[in-house]
């Protein structure tokens, strides 16, 4: 397989929702319940350029990846449907594991799950209409 075919522009549309999701899923919907399940202070985060920077790019790559997987032309069906299997049943359960062994709580599962779920239908969702 190749890269040959994929829209660049729809993967960065993708990421970009996939961006824009992530600021309202951990602000008003979910901001205060993720950082008192994850024990964060929210005044005493990193400096925002550097997190920002890095999830956006982290978005670039896993839409990137994402495309490739579903190929340059994926029917809308398809690609929600993969996209929200890959969310939920390969990046939500890999959470999962890790938040046993971390003693996380299922709340903070929950809120990451979710969020990872809906980003991968989203990429989907995104390819599947931008070809």
């Not at 994402?66 to 969310?87: D, E, K």
Request: a positive charge; proline letters at 4%; glycine letters at 14%.
């Amino acid at each position: 397989m190749s890269m040959e075919g994929i829209n660049v522009w729809a993967v960065l549309l993708a990421a970009a929702c996939s961006f824009l999701l992530g600021g309202i899923w951990y602000g008003p919907l979910f901001g205060k319940a993720w950082n008192k399940a994850a024990g964060m202070d929210p005044q005493k985060q990193g400096h925002p350029a550097k997190i920002f920077g890095g999830a956006f790019l982290f978005s670039v790559l896993a839409a990137g990846v994402f495309a490739f997987l579903v190929g340059p032309q994926p029917a809308l069906a398809t690609a929600l449907c993969r996209g929200a299997l890959v969310g939920f049943c390969f990046v939500a359960a890999s959470f999962g594991i890790n938040y046993l062994f971390a003693q996380r709580g299922a709340r903070l599962w929950l809120i990451d799950a979710g969020y990872h779920t809906l980003q991968f239908t989203l990429f989907g969702l995104v390819l599947g209409l931008w070809h």
